[in-house]
């Protein structure tokens, strides 16, 4: 699976902002897809997971509330919608994917390049 994040940027505190992961290589309903984010100095947290087959999504809690993780089937793509943002949420944003347990938040396997996101106060 290959695997191409984009739409990072700056943002607002409040603003919101939207990054898309596209997908080729395989067959997609057996794969789990998720966001990562990784701040400076920080570890690599879970942001979002979406099951491909059935688009049952689940959300860290820092962002719940907050952030919406959708696909669209036809385009190959998963999104991540990110509303009333906040500093905080500065950090490098990674999509990735596995064929795994949608609640699961590690052992993903395929990973794409990292997308950056500020947010300024």
């Known amino acids: 699976v290959q695997l191409q994040a984009s739409g990072g940027g700056l943002a607002q505190a409040g603003g919101s902002l939207r990054l898309s992961c596209g997908a080729s290589?395989?067959?997609?309903?057996?794969?789990?897809m998720g966001w990562f984010r990784q701040a400076p100095g920080k570890e690599r947290e879970f942001v979002a997971a979406?099951?491909?087959?059935?688009?049952?999504?689940y959300y860290g809690d820092s962002v719940k509330g907050r952030f919406s993780i959708s696909r669209d089937n036809v385009k190959n793509t998963v999104y991540l919608q990110m509303n009333s943002l906040k500093p905080e949420d500065t950090a490098v944003y990674y999509c990735?994917?596995?064929?795994?347990?949608?609640?699961?938040?590690?052992?993903?396997?395929?990973w794409g390049q990292g997308t950056q996101v500020t947010v300024s106060s």
């Open positions: 290589g395989r067959t997609f309903s057996s794969l789990v």
């Open positions: 990735a994917a596995k064929i795994g347990s949608l609640k699961v938040t590690n052992l993903y396997r395929y």
């Open positions: 979406i099951r491909w087959s059935d688009s049952t999504t």
